[in-house]
Nanobody, 124 residues
């Protein structure tokens, strides 16, 4: 089993930045696609971004393109979600997820390992 833990959430003013981190098994991390999802109160969970196992391919939902950057450092077994120009609508619980890398990174389903989530609150 892969243990996924995300961190880095907090409260930030609109226009500010925040970086989330996602850790998983160091031995298997490089074989995993890493994705980020978020869920705001009363809304469905939505896909945010993903990075392939080698870090060479990424995918973003339209609402965060140009503002968020997903990356990874396999040597540190850590994935990152750099969030810039944050908006109040970005307020949500952000969750890191992982899956074995066997399909296109642009396929947004199939994530089977999930973290518990970290709260991101963007104030006006």
């Amino acid at each position: 089993q892969v243990q996924v833990v995300e961190s880095g959430g907090g409260v930030v003013q609109a226009g500010g930045s925040l970086r989330l981190s996602c850790t998983a098994s160091g031995r298997t991390f490089s074989s995993l696609d890493i994705a980020w999802f978020r869920q705001a109160p009363g809304k469905e969970r939505e896909f945010i971004a993903a990075v392939s196992w080698g870090g060479d391919s990424t995918d973003y939902t339209d609402s965060v393109k140009g503002r968020f950057t997903v990356s990874r450092d396999n040597a540190k077994s850590t994935g990152y979600l750099q969030m810039n120009s944050l908006k109040p609508e970005d307020t949500a619980v952000y969750t890191c997820a992982a899956r074995n890398s066997y399909i296109s990174i642009r396929t947004r389903s199939g994530y089977v390992y999930w973290g518990r989530g970290t709260q991101v609150t963007v104030s006006s």
